[in-house]
């Protein structure tokens, strides 16, 4: 539970939850807000339900006094009023909006209160995961404490299955379009967005799960709930509030890239080629006044190829409607081979775009995983639909790297990952070491596609310490020689750093420099003397331009040297280095006895 309320009966988060007709899902929603580990209350609005839910609801309200509240009203027509009736009811120190038919992950509360409060956010984002629909993911690389909507994705998410603070909703008057069918949470969540302090995101827990209904009877399934041209005219207020707060210039215009990305041009998609011809002419009227009205320079760098070739074409239909056949297409690609000739993975396979003839050209297209900006594009040498691409990965930084095969049609480039697809004699390269870095090409396990690990982030990295030589010199250090060899090959001796001791019941560790011979070798100084008394365990670790690397030491009982034991300051010490049994590891035990309990192991 939070501790940072106005007092032990402080409420710390309202959930607003608008009911109608939703008694099947109930259950499982409400379940999942009451076992939140906050103070709370859950504010429910039921929006005329004729299906059994008012009594359900009600039922909850009686056997959950502290902390369910039911508010019923006459139905609505949407989400907006019932929200709005909420806000309204709340006495918590954030509000929480969730949707009846959706459920809250058992820790997604206490983690973004937690958020909220250790960086004074206004809002906080928790990871939402789809069950049938689809889920915005490109604000959940990573978690953020605190981000503004000029960074990176946030401003894509504009859903109400947030974390608010209530006084910034109360201060600046936020509230839900009311009278609208969908649309009514964008207008909400620009209007917060352009208000707020500090953001921050939650993106390592499942926080928020968005449900499919089964029955297709949710607003967002019904059909029309996504009409073209009503969503035309309901985005133009969100970007008119949104233009009302930020003045002209970069940040408008990411904001602007946003709404025209995934609100405008959108209905020039799939959506569009549905759509008859005199529909289609409404549609791109609608979309170039528009255009007119908020389109910059700033927002057209922005854009993607498609996008902009779009607003050059919105008094050309067939155009618009050749656009969108190519943006539909799905990318038929298949991986044929994978070698290494040298540095360079050697990459071969066909690729198209499904029903689109002849196309301009075709490379592989490498983004780094958690800095989408970073991108390395390779050209690929065709023949027909075949392609054979060469990756340079010595080039690459550390990090994991996606494969991606770009398809240039007419301009428009569409990309589809590489490798899920492959045929059966297509297996994964061995790791390579490049010099003090170490490449592991691998398939991903959800889809089986291809990615490059640089550095060992992911991807278990083979290799073998081993021993030659051990002795004993003047303050009871060990003296190792050792070979060590990486992916088959010895790493550089840059990639030599220490030998760490590990306790092998506490987890304590000790480290000690290693240093680095010719030919794959290293030497080390060891002051197993003066570790103290425990079982350890020797580790070699190595920077392979990743995460420390750590190897096992292997030995046998012929290399180690003797144990050795000594008098100081009335305490016996005592190492006895060992090969562990089985896999022949390096070990020592250390003990340290007084005289005392000498006499006393005597005396038994």
Same mark, same amino acid.
């Given at each position: 539970?939070?501790?940072?309320?106005?007092?032990?009966?402080?409420?710390?988060?309202?959930?607003?939850?608008?009911?109608?007709?939703?008694?099947?899902?109930?259950?499982?929603?409400?379940?999942?807000?009451?076992?939140?580990?906050?103070?709370?209350?859950?504010?429910?609005?039921?929006?005329?339900?004729?299906?059994?839910?008012?009594?359900?609801?009600?039922?909850?309200?009686?056997?959950?006094?502290?902390?369910?509240?039911?508010?019923?009203?006459?139905?609505?027509?949407?989400?907006?009023?019932?929200?709005?009736?909420?806000?309204?009811?709340?006495?918590?120190?954030?509000?929480?909006?969730?949707?009846?038919?959706?459920?809250?992950?058992?820790?997604?509360?206490?983690?973004?209160?937690?958020?909220?409060?250790?960086?004074?956010?206004?809002?906080?984002?928790?990871?939402?995961?789809?069950?049938?629909?689809?889920?915005?993911?490109?604000?959940?690389?990573?978690?953020?404490?605190?981000?503004?909507?000029?960074?990176?994705?946030?401003?894509?998410?504009?859903?109400?299955?947030?974390?608010?603070?209530?006084?910034?909703?109360?201060?600046?008057?936020?509230?839900?379009?009311?009278?609208?069918?969908?649309?009514?949470?964008?207008?909400?969540?620009?209007?917060?967005?352009?208000?707020?302090?500090?953001?921050?995101?939650?993106?390592?827990?499942?926080?928020?799960?968005?449900?499919?209904?089964?029955?297709?009877?949710?607003?967002?399934?019904?059909?029309?709930?996504?009409?073209?041209?009503?969503?035309?005219?309901?985005?133009?207020?969100?970007?008119?509030?949104?233009?009302?707060?930020?003045?002209?210039?970069?940040?408008?215009?990411?904001?602007?890239?946003?709404?025209?990305?995934?609100?405008?041009?959108?209905?020039?998609?799939?959506?569009?080629?549905?759509?008859?011809?005199?529909?289609?002419?409404?549609?791109?009227?609608?979309?170039?006044?528009?255009?007119?009205?908020?389109?910059?320079?700033?927002?057209?760098?922005?854009?993607?190829?498609?996008?902009?070739?779009?607003?050059?074409?919105?008094?050309?239909?067939?155009?618009?409607?050749?656009?969108?056949?190519?943006?539909?297409?799905?990318?038929?690609?298949?991986?044929?081979?994978?070698?290494?000739?040298?540095?360079?993975?050697?990459?071969?396979?066909?690729?198209?775009?499904?029903?689109?003839?002849?196309?301009?050209?075709?490379?592989?297209?490498?983004?780094?995983?958690?800095?989408?900006?970073?991108?390395?594009?390779?050209?690929?040498?065709?023949?027909?639909?075949?392609?054979?691409?060469?990756?340079?990965?010595?080039?690459?930084?550390?990090?994991?790297?996606?494969?991606?095969?770009?398809?240039?049609?007419?301009?428009?480039?569409?990309?589809? =990952?590489?490798?899920? *697809?492959? &045929?059966?004699?297509?297996?994964?390269? +061995?790791? @390579?070491?490049? $010099? #003090?870095? !170490?490449?592991?090409?691998?398939?991903?396990?959800?889809?089986?596609?291809?990615?490059?690990?640089?550095?060992?982030?992911?991807?278990?990295?083979?290799?073998?310490?081993?021993?030659?030589?051990?002795?004993?010199?003047?303050?009871?250090?060990?003296?190792?020689?050792?070979?060590?060899?990486?992916?088959?090959?010895?790493?550089?001796?840059?990639?030599?750093?220490?030998?760490?001791?590990?306790?092998?019941?506490?987890?304590?560790?000790?480290?000690?420099?290693?240093?680095?011979?010719?030919?794959?070798?290293?030497?080390?100084?060891?002051?197993?003397?003066?570790?103290?008394?425990?079982?350890?365990?020797?580790?070699?670790?190595?920077?392979?331009?990743?995460?420390?690397? =750590?190897?096992?030491? *292997?030995? &046998?009982?012929?290399?180690?040297?003797? +144990?050795? @034991?000594?008098? $100081? #300051?009335? !305490?016996?010490?005592?190492?006895?280095?060992?090969?562990?049994?089985?896999?022949?590891?390096?070990?020592?035990?250390?003990?340290?006895?007084?005289?005392?309990?000498?006499?006393?192991?005597?005396?038994?």
């Amino acid at each position: 539970m939070s501790a940072t309320g106005n007092g032990d009966d402080a409420v710390d988060v309202s959930v607003v939850i608008p009911a109608h007709n939703c008694r099947a899902y109930l259950d499982r929603c409400l379940t999942s807000v009451l076992v939140q580990r906050v103070k709370k209350e859950i504010v429910v609005v039921d929006d005329g339900s004729t299906d059994g839910s008012a009594e359900l609801l009600d039922l909850y309200a009686a056997y959950h006094k502290a902390s369910v509240k039911v508010v019923h009203i006459d139905s609505s027509g949407g989400a907006g009023r019932p929200r709005n009736v909420g806000i309204e009811h709340a006495s918590g120190r954030y509000v929480f909006f969730c949707d009846a038919d959706d459920y809250l992950g058992p820790e997604a509360l206490e983690r973004m209160v937690a958020m909220a409060d250790r960086n004074g956010s206004d809002i906080v984002l928790g990871k939402i995961v789809g069950h049938g629909r689809r889920a915005p993911v490109s604000m959940f690389q990573q978690s953020a404490d605190r981000v503004t909507i000029g960074d990176g994705n946030v401003y894509n998410s504009l859903c109400c299955f947030k974390l608010f603070r209530r006084e910034l909703l109360e201060r600046h008057r936020i509230r839900f379009g009311e009278g609208m069918l969908v649309g009514e949470d964008i207008l909400f969540t620009v209007h917060a967005y352009c208000h707020a302090g500090a953001v921050s995101v939650v993106a390592d827990y499942d926080c928020y799960h968005l449900v499919s209904r089964p029955d297709g009877t949710s607003i967002m399934q019904q059909r029309g709930s996504r009409d073209p041209l009503a969503w035309l005219a309901m985005i133009r207020a969100p970007i008119r509030l949104m233009a009302g707060h930020v003045e002209p210039g970069p940040l408008r215009d990411h904001l602007l890239r946003r709404h025209f990305r995934l609100d405008v041009f959108a209905q020039l998609g799939q959506v569009f080629l549905e759509s008859d011809d005199v529909r289609r002419k409404d549609i791109a009227r609608e979309v170039a006044a528009l255009c007119e009205e908020w389109y910059t320079p700033g927002v057209h760098e922005l854009l993607n190829s498609v996008d902009r070739q779009r607003v050059a074409a919105l008094d050309d239909i067939e155009r618009l409607v050749r656009l969108a056949r190519i943006e539909s297409a799905a990318v038929r690609r298949r991986l044929t081979g994978l070698s290494w000739d040298g540095d360079s993975l050697v990459v071969t396979g066909s690729a198209g775009l499904d029903g689109i003839g002849g196309d301009d050209g075709l490379a592989l297209v490498l983004r780094a995983r958690h800095d989408p900006a970073a991108e390395v594009v390779v050209p690929a040498e065709r023949k027909g639909s075949e392609f054979t691409a060469r990756v340079d990965v010595s080039a690459f930084g550390s990090g994991i790297w996606d494969l991606r095969v770009a398809v240039e049609v007419e301009g428009v480039v569409r990309l589809g =990952r590489l490798g899920a *697809e492959r &045929d059966s004699g297509v297996n994964r390269p +061995p790791p @390579r070491l490049m $010099g #003090a870095v !170490v490449a592991l090409p691998y398939f991903t396990r959800d889809n089986g596609n291809l990615s490059i690990d640089v550095g060992g982030h992911v991807v278990g990295v083979p290799g073998s310490v081993r021993l030659i030589r051990t002795r004993w010199a003047l303050g009871h250090r060990l003296i190792v020689d050792g070979e060590v060899c990486v992916a088959g090959a010895a790493p550089a001796a840059s990639a030599v750093k220490r030998v760490v001791w590990r306790e092998r019941r506490s987890g304590r560790e000790r480290a000690e420099r290693a240093v680095a011979l010719p030919g794959g070798g290293f030497a080390a100084r060891l002051g197993v003397g003066w570790l103290p008394p425990g079982t350890w365990d020797a580790y070699l670790e190595l920077d392979l331009g990743g995460p420390p690397a =750590r190897f096992r030491i *292997e030995t &046998d009982a012929e290399t180690v040297a003797a +144990p050795r @034991r000594w008098w $100081g #300051a009335a !305490v016996l010490r005592s190492v006895r280095p060992y090969a562990t049994s089985g896999k022949g590891r390096l070990s020592t035990v250390v003990r340290r006895l007084t005289a005392r309990m000498i006499i006393r192991r005597i005396m038994r």
